[in-house]
Protein backbone atom coordinates (compact mmCIF):
# COMPACT_ATOMS: atom_id res chain seq x y z
CA UNK A 1 0.00 0.00 0.00
CA UNK A 2 3.13 2.28 -0.44
CA UNK A 3 1.98 2.89 -3.61
CA UNK A 4 -1.09 4.90 -2.36
CA UNK A 5 -1.80 7.89 -4.85
CA UNK A 6 -0.99 10.47 -2.92
CA UNK A 7 1.30 9.46 -0.15
CA UNK A 8 5.45 9.12 -0.29
CA UNK A 9 6.53 5.50 0.61
CA UNK A 10 5.55 4.87 4.19
CA UNK A 11 2.93 7.91 4.18
CA UNK A 12 0.37 5.51 4.67
CA UNK A 13 1.67 3.94 7.69
CA UNK A 14 2.64 7.47 9.35
CA UNK A 15 -1.28 8.61 8.20
CA UNK A 16 -2.46 5.41 10.16
CA UNK A 17 -0.36 5.53 13.22
CA UNK A 18 -1.01 9.33 13.34
CA UNK A 19 -4.65 8.75 13.79
CA UNK A 20 -4.47 5.63 15.87
CA UNK A 21 -2.65 7.99 18.36
CA UNK A 22 -4.90 11.03 18.35
CA UNK A 23 -8.29 9.44 17.67
CA UNK A 24 -7.93 6.28 19.57
CA UNK A 25 -5.26 6.85 22.18
CA UNK A 26 -2.99 4.06 20.87
CA UNK A 27 -2.67 1.22 18.47
CA UNK A 28 -3.66 -1.33 20.96
CA UNK A 29 -7.03 0.40 21.34
CA UNK A 30 -7.69 1.14 17.61
CA UNK A 31 -7.08 -2.46 17.33
CA UNK A 32 -9.91 -2.69 20.38
CA UNK A 33 -12.50 -1.18 18.85
CA UNK A 34 -12.36 -2.43 15.46
CA UNK A 35 -12.25 -6.15 16.52
CA UNK A 36 -8.88 -6.68 14.60
CA UNK A 37 -7.60 -9.92 16.51
CA UNK A 38 -3.32 -9.06 16.60
CA UNK A 39 -2.06 -7.39 19.71
CA UNK A 40 1.70 -6.72 20.53
CA UNK A 41 4.30 -6.96 17.82
CA UNK A 42 1.70 -8.31 15.05
CA UNK A 43 -0.08 -5.31 15.53
CA UNK A 44 2.32 -2.90 12.75
CA UNK A 45 2.60 -5.26 9.74
CA UNK A 46 -1.74 -5.52 10.17
CA UNK A 47 -2.77 -2.27 9.87
CA UNK A 48 -2.43 -1.68 6.52
CA UNK A 49 -4.42 -4.70 5.43
CA UNK A 50 -6.78 -3.81 8.19
CA UNK A 51 -7.73 -0.09 6.98
CA UNK A 52 -8.36 -1.82 3.71
CA UNK A 53 -10.71 -3.92 4.19
CA UNK A 54 -12.63 -1.93 6.44
CA UNK A 55 -12.35 1.87 4.82
CA UNK A 56 -11.44 0.90 1.40
CA UNK A 57 -8.15 2.71 1.27
CA UNK A 58 -6.04 4.79 3.44
CA UNK A 59 -7.13 7.89 2.09
CA UNK A 60 -10.91 7.06 3.22
CA UNK A 61 -9.86 6.43 6.62
CA UNK A 62 -8.09 9.79 7.05
CA UNK A 63 -11.48 11.69 5.68
CA UNK A 64 -13.62 9.90 7.95
CA UNK A 65 -11.65 10.80 11.36
CA UNK A 66 -10.51 14.33 10.14
CA UNK A 67 -11.19 16.60 12.36
CA UNK A 68 -14.34 19.06 11.72
CA UNK A 69 -14.26 21.31 14.16
CA UNK A 70 -11.58 23.13 17.16
CA UNK A 71 -12.37 20.16 19.84
CA UNK A 72 -10.44 17.50 20.64
CA UNK A 73 -11.29 13.75 20.34
CA UNK A 74 -12.90 12.12 23.52
CA UNK A 75 -10.03 10.23 23.43
CA UNK A 76 -7.46 12.51 22.44
CA UNK A 77 -8.69 14.45 26.14
CA UNK A 78 -8.52 10.92 28.21
CA UNK A 79 -4.52 10.00 26.41
CA UNK A 80 -3.75 13.71 27.07
CA UNK A 81 -0.40 13.86 29.41
CA UNK A 82 -1.84 15.05 31.85
CA UNK A 83 -5.25 13.79 30.67
CA UNK A 84 -7.71 16.82 30.02
CA UNK A 85 -10.53 14.79 32.33
CA UNK A 86 -12.05 16.76 34.77
CA UNK A 87 -14.67 15.70 37.74
CA UNK A 88 -17.40 17.73 39.72
CA UNK A 89 -20.94 17.54 40.98
CA UNK A 90 -24.18 18.29 39.90
CA UNK A 91 -27.39 17.83 41.23
CA UNK A 92 -28.74 15.95 38.42
CA UNK A 93 -27.73 15.24 34.61
CA UNK A 94 -29.68 16.87 32.50
CA UNK A 95 -27.42 18.41 29.63
CA UNK A 96 -30.71 18.69 27.32
CA UNK A 97 -32.10 21.93 29.51
CA UNK A 98 -28.59 22.61 30.93
CA UNK A 99 -26.47 22.98 28.15
CA UNK A 100 -22.95 24.38 30.02
CA UNK A 101 -20.90 23.63 32.59
CA UNK A 102 -21.26 26.58 35.65
CA UNK A 103 -19.38 28.41 37.89
CA UNK A 104 -20.89 31.02 40.31
CA UNK A 105 -17.03 32.54 40.78
CA UNK A 106 -15.59 34.08 37.25
CA UNK A 107 -11.86 33.10 38.58
CA UNK A 108 -12.72 29.47 38.70
CA UNK A 109 -14.08 29.38 35.55
CA UNK A 110 -11.55 31.30 34.07
CA UNK A 111 -8.62 28.92 35.87
CA UNK A 112 -10.08 26.02 34.23
CA UNK A 113 -10.17 27.99 30.64
CA UNK A 114 -6.35 28.14 30.96
CA UNK A 115 -6.08 24.82 32.65
CA UNK A 116 -7.81 22.73 30.04
CA UNK A 117 -8.18 22.46 26.02
CA UNK A 118 -11.42 23.13 24.03
CA UNK A 119 -12.72 19.51 23.81
CA UNK A 120 -11.96 18.52 27.77
CA UNK A 121 -13.86 16.51 29.21
CA UNK A 122 -15.84 16.40 32.47
CA UNK A 123 -17.09 13.32 34.47
CA UNK A 124 -20.08 14.45 36.77
CA UNK A 125 -20.60 12.64 39.66
CA UNK A 126 -24.48 13.03 41.38
CA UNK A 127 -24.21 15.11 44.66
CA UNK A 128 -25.76 13.05 47.52
CA UNK A 129 -27.67 15.73 49.02
CA UNK A 130 -29.83 16.30 46.30
CA UNK A 131 -29.39 13.65 43.92
CA UNK A 132 -32.30 11.04 42.83
CA UNK A 133 -31.17 8.50 45.30
CA UNK A 134 -30.41 6.20 42.91
CA UNK A 135 -27.85 8.03 41.79
CA UNK A 136 -26.42 9.50 44.53
CA UNK A 137 -22.40 9.97 45.13
CA UNK A 138 -22.03 7.75 41.67
CA UNK A 139 -20.31 8.92 38.30
CA UNK A 140 -23.61 9.13 36.33
CA UNK A 141 -22.43 11.25 32.79
CA UNK A 142 -19.56 12.84 30.95
CA UNK A 143 -19.44 16.02 29.17
CA UNK A 144 -17.71 17.25 26.48
CA UNK A 145 -16.95 21.15 26.61
CA UNK A 146 -15.62 23.66 24.57
CA UNK A 147 -14.52 26.91 25.30
CA UNK A 148 -17.15 29.19 24.73
CA UNK A 149 -18.21 31.17 27.38
CA UNK A 150 -21.09 33.51 28.09
CA UNK A 151 -23.70 33.87 31.16
CA UNK A 152 -25.65 30.99 31.86
CA UNK A 153 -28.85 32.13 30.75
CA UNK A 154 -27.49 31.44 26.64
CA UNK A 155 -26.91 27.68 27.37
CA UNK A 156 -29.98 26.79 29.38
CA UNK A 157 -33.65 25.79 29.04
CA UNK A 158 -35.98 28.93 29.23
CA UNK A 159 -37.71 26.30 31.85
CA UNK A 160 -35.26 25.16 33.41
CA UNK A 161 -33.54 29.13 33.44
CA UNK A 162 -37.06 30.16 35.72
CA UNK A 163 -36.55 26.94 37.50
CA UNK A 164 -32.94 27.90 39.03
CA UNK A 165 -34.06 31.71 39.28
CA UNK A 166 -36.69 31.23 41.47
CA UNK A 167 -34.90 28.69 43.59
CA UNK A 168 -33.40 30.94 46.70
CA UNK A 169 -30.58 27.58 46.83
CA UNK A 170 -29.52 27.92 43.08
CA UNK A 171 -30.33 31.53 42.22
CA UNK A 172 -27.29 33.70 41.57
CA UNK A 173 -24.96 30.64 41.51
CA UNK A 174 -23.18 28.98 38.32
CA UNK A 175 -24.02 32.14 35.89
CA UNK A 176 -20.45 31.47 34.79
CA UNK A 177 -20.62 29.62 32.05
CA UNK A 178 -18.80 27.02 29.79
CA UNK A 179 -20.47 25.63 27.01
CA UNK A 180 -20.91 22.15 26.62
CA UNK A 181 -21.14 20.58 22.82
CA UNK A 182 -21.59 17.12 23.47
CA UNK A 183 -22.63 14.31 26.57
CA UNK A 184 -22.89 11.25 27.41
CA UNK A 185 -24.92 9.70 30.45
CA UNK A 186 -23.64 6.59 32.22
CA UNK A 187 -26.12 3.91 32.12
CA UNK A 188 -27.12 2.62 35.33
CA UNK A 189 -25.61 -1.29 35.21
CA UNK A 190 -22.37 1.26 34.78
CA UNK A 191 -22.82 3.65 37.28
CA UNK A 192 -19.42 3.99 39.85
CA UNK A 193 -19.23 5.03 42.93
CA UNK A 194 -17.01 8.06 42.47
CA UNK A 195 -14.52 7.38 45.45
CA UNK A 196 -14.31 4.07 43.23
CA UNK A 197 -13.83 6.32 40.21
CA UNK A 198 -11.42 8.84 41.36
CA UNK A 199 -9.44 7.56 44.40
CA UNK A 200 -6.48 10.18 43.91
CA UNK A 201 -8.83 13.60 43.41
CA UNK A 202 -11.18 12.26 46.35
CA UNK A 203 -8.65 11.13 48.79
CA UNK A 204 -9.08 14.50 50.93
CA UNK A 205 -13.06 14.34 50.50
CA UNK A 206 -12.85 17.98 49.42
CA UNK A 207 -16.17 17.96 48.10
CA UNK A 208 -16.50 21.47 48.11
CA UNK A 209 -13.65 22.33 46.15
CA UNK A 210 -14.46 19.66 43.56
CA UNK A 211 -18.18 20.88 43.15
CA UNK A 212 -16.97 24.47 42.93
CA UNK A 213 -13.68 24.42 40.96
CA UNK A 214 -13.14 20.88 39.57
CA UNK A 215 -10.46 18.68 39.80
CA UNK A 216 -8.22 17.52 37.28
CA UNK A 217 -7.81 13.28 37.04
CA UNK A 218 -4.64 10.99 37.17
CA UNK A 219 -3.95 8.72 34.26
CA UNK A 220 -5.89 6.01 36.35
CA UNK A 221 -8.90 7.74 36.95
CA UNK A 222 -8.97 9.38 33.31
CA UNK A 223 -9.11 5.33 32.39
CA UNK A 224 -11.97 4.66 34.51
CA UNK A 225 -13.85 6.51 31.43
CA UNK A 226 -13.36 3.21 29.60
CA UNK A 227 -14.81 0.74 32.19
CA UNK A 228 -18.62 2.37 31.88
CA UNK A 229 -21.07 2.11 29.30
CA UNK A 230 -22.53 5.58 27.73
CA UNK A 231 -25.23 6.56 25.94
CA UNK A 232 -25.12 10.09 23.92
CA UNK A 233 -28.21 12.41 24.86
CA UNK A 234 -29.05 15.98 23.84
CA UNK A 235 -27.28 19.47 24.91
CA UNK A 236 -29.40 22.28 24.66
CA UNK A 237 -29.00 24.36 22.17
CA UNK A 238 -27.16 21.25 19.92
CA UNK A 239 -28.87 19.57 16.98
CA UNK A 240 -31.07 17.15 18.22
CA UNK A 241 -30.10 13.51 18.38
CA UNK A 242 -32.57 11.31 16.96
CA UNK A 243 -32.00 8.43 18.21
CA UNK A 244 -28.79 6.21 20.02
CA UNK A 245 -27.98 3.16 21.75
CA UNK A 246 -25.89 2.19 24.92
CA UNK A 247 -22.66 0.95 24.40
CA UNK A 248 -18.67 0.61 25.80
CA UNK A 249 -16.88 3.79 26.43
CA UNK A 250 -14.17 2.26 24.57
CA UNK A 251 -16.58 2.37 21.34
CA UNK A 252 -18.74 5.10 22.21
CA UNK A 253 -16.00 7.54 22.63
CA UNK A 254 -13.70 6.17 19.67
CA UNK A 255 -16.14 4.92 16.91
CA UNK A 256 -15.16 3.00 14.00
CA UNK A 257 -16.45 5.38 11.62
CA UNK A 258 -16.88 9.33 12.12
CA UNK A 259 -19.10 10.98 10.00
CA UNK A 260 -19.59 14.62 8.98
CA UNK A 261 -22.31 15.05 11.13
CA UNK A 262 -22.34 12.45 13.88
CA UNK A 263 -18.75 11.05 15.51
CA UNK A 264 -20.33 7.95 17.01
CA UNK A 265 -21.82 4.78 15.12
CA UNK A 266 -24.10 4.74 17.42
CA UNK A 267 -26.49 7.55 17.48
CA UNK A 268 -28.46 9.21 14.99
CA UNK A 269 -27.93 12.99 14.59
CA UNK A 270 -30.14 15.72 12.23
CA UNK A 271 -27.42 16.50 9.30
CA UNK A 272 -26.59 20.44 9.81
CA UNK A 273 -28.43 22.49 7.12
CA UNK A 274 -31.42 23.87 6.64
CA UNK A 275 -34.53 23.69 9.38
CA UNK A 276 -38.07 24.05 9.82
CA UNK A 277 -39.44 24.75 12.98
CA UNK A 278 -42.29 22.67 14.13
CA UNK A 279 -44.96 21.99 16.75
CA UNK A 280 -46.64 18.69 17.75
CA UNK A 281 -49.60 17.58 19.33
CA UNK A 282 -50.64 14.44 21.22
CA UNK A 283 -53.77 13.18 20.43
CA UNK A 284 -55.62 11.36 22.81
CA UNK A 285 -56.72 11.59 25.90
CA UNK A 286 -54.87 14.15 27.20
CA UNK A 287 -56.51 13.92 30.91
CA UNK A 288 -55.91 10.37 30.96
CA UNK A 289 -52.27 10.67 29.60
CA UNK A 290 -51.24 13.81 32.34
CA UNK A 291 -53.90 11.70 35.15
CA UNK A 292 -55.10 15.26 35.43
CA UNK A 293 -57.93 17.99 33.79
CA UNK A 294 -56.02 19.27 31.12
CA UNK A 295 -59.32 21.85 30.89
CA UNK A 296 -58.65 22.20 26.98
CA UNK A 297 -55.37 22.81 26.79
CA UNK A 298 -53.23 20.49 24.81
CA UNK A 299 -49.74 18.57 25.33
CA UNK A 300 -47.25 19.91 22.37
CA UNK A 301 -43.50 19.66 21.79
CA UNK A 302 -41.79 22.88 20.70
CA UNK A 303 -38.77 21.85 18.35
CA UNK A 304 -36.76 21.92 14.59
CA UNK A 305 -36.07 19.67 12.04
CA UNK A 306 -35.10 18.95 8.70
CA UNK A 307 -38.48 17.07 8.70
CA UNK A 308 -40.97 17.80 11.10
CA UNK A 309 -42.95 14.59 9.94
CA UNK A 310 -40.13 12.54 10.26
CA UNK A 311 -39.87 13.43 13.88
CA UNK A 312 -43.70 13.37 14.56
CA UNK A 313 -43.11 9.58 13.41
CA UNK A 314 -39.47 8.84 15.65
CA UNK A 315 -41.46 9.51 18.64
CA UNK A 316 -44.82 7.55 17.68
CA UNK A 317 -42.63 4.74 17.03
CA UNK A 318 -41.86 4.45 20.56
CA UNK A 319 -45.55 4.15 21.85
CA UNK A 320 -46.21 0.79 22.58
CA UNK A 321 -49.90 1.34 21.17
CA UNK A 322 -52.40 4.08 19.37
CA UNK A 323 -54.23 5.04 21.95
CA UNK A 324 -52.15 8.12 22.32
CA UNK A 325 -50.22 9.69 18.47
CA UNK A 326 -48.38 12.47 18.15
CA UNK A 327 -49.62 14.60 15.12
CA UNK A 328 -48.14 17.74 13.59
CA UNK A 329 -49.80 21.02 14.43
CA UNK A 330 -47.74 23.70 13.20
CA UNK A 331 -45.01 23.01 10.72
CA UNK A 332 -42.48 25.79 8.37
CA UNK A 333 -43.84 23.19 5.70
CA UNK A 334 -46.93 22.99 6.03
CA UNK A 335 -47.17 26.79 5.80
CA UNK A 336 -45.42 26.48 2.52
CA UNK A 337 -42.40 28.99 4.73
CA UNK A 338 -39.00 28.14 3.53
CA UNK A 339 -36.44 26.29 5.88
CA UNK A 340 -34.49 28.50 7.84
CA UNK A 341 -31.18 28.48 6.50
CA UNK A 342 -29.02 27.21 9.61
CA UNK A 343 -29.61 24.88 12.70
CA UNK A 344 -28.34 28.78 14.60
CA UNK A 345 -31.34 30.60 13.05
CA UNK A 346 -34.08 27.70 13.77
CA UNK A 347 -32.50 27.28 17.31
CA UNK A 348 -33.38 30.62 18.55
CA UNK A 349 -36.89 30.28 16.98
CA UNK A 350 -37.24 27.29 18.88
CA UNK A 351 -35.71 29.12 22.31
CA UNK A 352 -37.92 31.52 21.82
CA UNK A 353 -41.34 29.14 21.31
CA UNK A 354 -40.64 27.46 24.04
CA UNK A 355 -39.90 30.70 26.32
CA UNK A 356 -43.09 32.03 25.20
CA UNK A 357 -44.73 28.67 26.79
CA UNK A 358 -43.04 28.59 29.82
CA UNK A 359 -43.63 32.41 30.66
CA UNK A 360 -47.22 32.25 30.00
CA UNK A 361 -50.06 31.88 32.67
CA UNK A 362 -51.76 29.56 30.11
CA UNK A 363 -49.05 27.51 29.67
CA UNK A 364 -46.82 25.33 31.72
CA UNK A 365 -43.47 23.52 31.27
CA UNK A 366 -44.11 19.11 31.49
CA UNK A 367 -40.14 18.97 30.98
CA UNK A 368 -37.93 19.71 28.08
CA UNK A 369 -39.67 20.98 25.39
CA UNK A 370 -42.80 19.36 26.36
CA UNK A 371 -45.76 22.24 27.39
CA UNK A 372 -49.20 22.11 28.36
CA UNK A 373 -50.79 24.95 26.50
CA UNK A 374 -53.91 26.41 25.64
CA UNK A 375 -54.14 27.20 21.66
CA UNK A 376 -54.15 30.70 21.79
CA UNK A 377 -50.75 30.61 23.86
CA UNK A 378 -49.72 27.97 21.37
CA UNK A 379 -50.49 29.94 18.45
CA UNK A 380 -48.26 33.46 19.97
CA UNK A 381 -45.66 30.73 20.56
CA UNK A 382 -45.59 30.04 16.81
CA UNK A 383 -45.48 33.28 15.97
CA UNK A 384 -42.96 34.27 18.34
CA UNK A 385 -40.71 31.35 17.25
CA UNK A 386 -40.73 32.14 13.47
CA UNK A 387 -40.22 35.70 14.08
CA UNK A 388 -37.05 35.14 16.15
CA UNK A 389 -35.91 32.85 13.63
CA UNK A 390 -36.27 35.31 11.21
CA UNK A 391 -34.63 38.15 12.86
CA UNK A 392 -31.64 35.65 13.82
CA UNK A 393 -28.19 36.78 13.16
CA UNK A 394 -24.66 35.78 14.14
Not at 147 to 154: D, F, V
Not at 328 to 339: F, N, R, W
Amino acid sequence: MNGTKGYKPGGDAQAISRIATEYYGSLRNMFEVHGWPERGNQMMPAQQAHVANTYGSVRAFEELHRRTNALMFPMEAIYSKPPDVWLTSFYGFKPEEWGFLGFTEESARRSFIERSRPGVLVAIYAATSRAPSDERGSVVGILQCSHRTGHAKEFIAPTAWLQKDANPESKGKWNYAVKVERAWRVTPETRMPVRQFAPDATANEAWQHIGSRGERLTRREADNILKLDLQEVAVFGETPIIDSAPGSARQILAPTKAGPVSQSAFIVREAEGPKHLYILKLRGDADAFLGERTNGHFVVKAGFSCSPKTRRDTLNSAFPNFAFEWEVLYSGVDHGMAAYPTSDHAKAGEKAMQTELCESPHARSLGGEFFLAHPDQITKAWDAGNKAAKEFTK
